[in-house]
């Protein structure tokens, strides 16, 4: 559905935008840089604010859902270790 809404470069216009803020706010500004870079990198492309909220919220969930995948994975891996190393 990113495809669809055209936020396919906004990942990396957040990310770079997250990068930036993780320095000047450590910690959390690696998520506020992130959300703020989307939203206004679309804000800009699509010359709405509130079309540029909506897909920076549909940016963040995706980001949000490809890490607890991922975190599901490394779990999943860690368990499997963990079985193997104990038996």
Do not use: Y
Request: charged residues 5%.
């Amino acid at each position: 559905s990113l495809i669809l809404l055209g936020v396919t470069w906004l990942m990396v216009a957040g990310g770079v935008a997250g990068i930036i803020g993780f320095f000047v706010i450590p910690v959390v500004g690696l998520v506020i840089g992130f959300i703020g870079g989307t939203f206004a990198a679309e804000a800009i492309r699509l010359g709405d604010a509130k079309a540029g909220w909506q897909a920076a919220l549909a940016a963040t969930k995706a980001a949000g859902l490809l890490i607890l995948i991922e975190l599901a994975g490394a779990l999943g891996a860690i368990a499997i270790w963990l079985a193997a190393v104990l038996t």
